[in-house]
C-alpha cells in the first residue's frame, strides 16, 4: 500500500512528482547516496527540485515502526515552517508499506537558489568568515531559529554547519532534519546540549571566542552570563570529549 501526497500548487508536476512509481523513475544529478538513501537534483521548467529516495528504513524493526525517516524529515519541514524558520518548501511526500513493513518513500523539495551550507563555506575559506558583521548576521539567526525549536521542546538531533544553508543576502535556513524530535525534562536538556555543542563544534575551529560567547548570548537572549548559562557552557565545550 503507498501513501503520497502532491502539494496542490504543484499539479502541474504530476507525470513526474505524482507518485512513488514516478519519483523513483527520475533520472538525475546525485548529490549524495548512502546505505538507505540518495539525493538527486532534477529540473523542471527552470526550477530545480531536490528528491530524496528511501529504498530502506534501516535493520530489523525499524522496518515496522509507525515513524519512518521520510515521514520524520516531511513532518519536521513543514514544523519549521509553520513556526516562521526559514526551510525548504515540502512538494511532495509519501511512502509504500507491504504486510507493514517499509518497502520505500521520498521526500520533494524545492530549491532554495543561491544557497550554500555553512561547512562548504568553511571548506572552501569563504571571507565571508572572516567579515565581522556578516558573521554576527548569522550568527543571530541561528541563534533565533535554534531557540525557537527548543522553545517547542524539539530539538533537530543533528545541528551542524552543514545543515545550516545561506543565501547571497545572508539568510539562513535550517534542512534536513529526519531525526529531530520533542522533548522533555532532563532528556531535553540534554538534546539542548547536544545540538549546542555540534554547532560548536566547527565554531570553535572557524570563530574567536567573542562570537561563540555572542552566539551563546544571542540565543539566551540576554547581555550577560548567569550561573546557570555558565554550567551549560562547559557541558557544551566539554560534550565531546573522549567521543571523537
Same mark, same amino acid.
Given at each position: 500500500?503507498?501513501?503520497?501526497?502532491?502539494? @496542490?500548487?504543484?499539479?502541474?508536476?504530476?507525470?513526474?512528482?505524482?507518485?512513488?512509481?514516478?519519483?523513483?523513475?527520475?533520472?538525475?544529478?546525485?548529490?549524495?547516496?548512502?546505505?538507505?538513501?540518495?539525493?538527486?537534483?532534477?529540473?523542471?521548467?527552470?526550477?530545480?527540485?531536490?528528491?530524496?529516495?528511501?529504498?530502506?528504513?534501516?535493520?530489523?524493526?525499524?522496518?515496522?515502526?509507525?515513524?519512518?525517516? =521520510?515521514?520524520?524529515?516531511?513532518?519536521?519541514?513543514?514544523?519549521?515552517?509553520?513556526?516562521?524558520?526559514?526551510?525548504?518548501? =515540502?512538494?511532495?511526500?509519501?511512502?509504500?508499506?507491504?504486510?507493514?513493513?517499509?518497502?520505500?518513500?521520498?521526500?520533494?523539495?524545492?530549491?532554495?537558489?543561491?544557497?550554500?551550507? !555553512?561547512?562548504?563555506?568553511?571548506?572552501?575559506?569563504?571571507?565571508? !568568515?572572516?567579515?565581522?558583521?556578516? =558573521?554576527?548576521?548569522?550568527?543571530?539567526? =541561528? @541563534?533565533? !531559529?535554534?531557540?525557537?525549536?527548543?522553545?517547542?521542546?524539539?530539538?533537530?538531533?543533528?545541528?551542524?554547519?552543514?545543515?545550516?544553508?545561506?543565501?547571497?543576502?545572508?539568510?539562513?535556513?535550517?534542512?534536513?532534519?529526519?531525526?529531530?524530535?520533542?522533548?522533555?525534562?532532563?532528556?531535553?536538556?540534554?538534546?539542548?546540549?547536544?545540538?549546542?555543542?555540534?554547532?560548536?563544534?566547527?565554531?570553535?575551529?572557524?570563530?574567536?571566542?567573542?562570537?561563540?560567547?555572542?552566539?551563546?548570548?544571542?540565543?539566551?537572549?540576554?547581555?550577560? !552570563?548567569?550561573?546557570?548559562?555558565?554550567?551549560?557552557?562547559?557541558?557544551?565545550?566539554?560534550?565531546?570529549?573522549?567521543?571523537?
Amino acid at each position: 500500500m503507498a501513501a503520497w501526497k502532491l502539494a @496542490a500548487n504543484y499539479s502541474e508536476l504530476a507525470a513526474d512528482f505524482g507518485n512513488l512509481e514516478a519519483v523513483f523513475a527520475l533520472q538525475g544529478a546525485r548529490i549524495t547516496k548512502d546505505a538507505i538513501s540518495e539525493v538527486i537534483r532534477v529540473e523542471r521548467d527552470g526550477v530545480r527540485y531536490y528528491v530524496k529516495r528511501y529504498r530502506s528504513a534501516g535493520k530489523g524493526l525499524r522496518r515496522y515502526l509507525a515513524r519512518t525517516r =521520510v515521514t520524520s524529515e516531511c513532518r519536521n519541514l513543514k514544523r519549521f515552517a509553520k513556526w516562521d524558520v526559514p526551510t525548504p518548501q =515540502v512538494v511532495a511526500a509519501g511512502l509504500e508499506r507491504s504486510k507493514g513493513a517499509f518497502v520505500r518513500g521520498a521526500l520533494i523539495t524545492r530549491e532554495l537558489v543561491g544557497t550554500q551550507d !555553512l561547512a562548504a563555506l568553511v571548506d572552501r575559506h569563504d571571507p565571508r !568568515l572572516r567579515q565581522a558583521e556578516w =558573521v554576527r548576521g548569522v550568527s543571530q539567526q =541561528v @541563534a533565533e !531559529l535554534t531557540r525557537c525549536l527548543h522553545d517547542h521542546h524539539f530539538t533537530h538531533n543533528d545541528l551542524k554547519w552543514r545543515n545550516l544553508l545561506v543565501d547571497e543576502a545572508g539568510k539562513v535556513f535550517l534542512i534536513d532534519c529526519p531525526s529531530g524530535s520533542f522533548w522533555w525534562g532532563p532528556a531535553l536538556s540534554y538534546r539542548i546540549i547536544k545540538d549546542l555543542a555540534c554547532l560548536d563544534k566547527v565554531a570553535k575551529q572557524q570563530l574567536s571566542r567573542t562570537q561563540r560567547l555572542r552566539f551563546y548570548l544571542q540565543y539566551r537572549g540576554r547581555a550577560r !552570563l548567569n550561573d546557570s548559562d555558565k554550567k551549560r557552557l562547559r557541558k557544551i565545550i566539554g560534550f565531546f570529549e573522549g567521543r571523537e
